[in-house]
């Protein structure tokens, strides 16, 4: 497989809170390269291999108060969310939780959502075999 990439879809409002969190379009992607799913979101990253996927689904809308800024982990269900927009994203759910939200790796997510440019594009190229 070729490896992919995609652009977060910034809307005005997001971008001026994640600002301070040091999250810009220059700071934040997704590639899919050599079989793994690799985010960056800021100082936030996430990696996985694609086999860990186990579902991808285009989600939205999302509460600008619960996704603008920083990375945002649920107190849910500890999925993360990397929200650059509240219209829709990708959410991926993970075989085993991937660290994300602190450096550590104590924290583990199993789930992320990513609102890319190419919702349709991204969640395709994701989807498990």
């Given at each position: 497989?070729?490896?992919?990439?995609?652009?977060?879809?910034?809307?005005?409002?997001?971008?001026?809170a994640a600002a301070p969190f040091g999250v810009f379009p220059s700071t934040t992607g997704v590639v899919i390269h050599a079989g793994r799913l690799i985010v960056w979101f800021g100082p936030w990253?996430?990696?996985?291999s694609l086999d860990n996927i186990i579902a991808v689904a285009i989600t939205g809308p999302y509460s600008f108060v619960r996704t603008a800024g920083s990375a945002r982990m649920s107190v849910a269900d500890r999925g993360l969310t990397l929200a650059t927009n509240g219209d829709r994203g990708v959410c991926v759910l993970f075989d085993v939780p991937v660290p994300g939200i602190e450096p550590t790796g104590r924290v583990r997510h199993p789930n992320l959502t990513m609102t890319v440019s190419d919702c349709?594009?991204?969640?395709?190229?994701?989807?498990p075999a």
């Open positions: 497989m070729a490896d992919q990439s995609f652009s977060f879809e910034f809307t005005r409002p997001y971008q001026l990253q996430v990696e996985s349709e594009g991204l969640a395709k190229a994701l989807k």
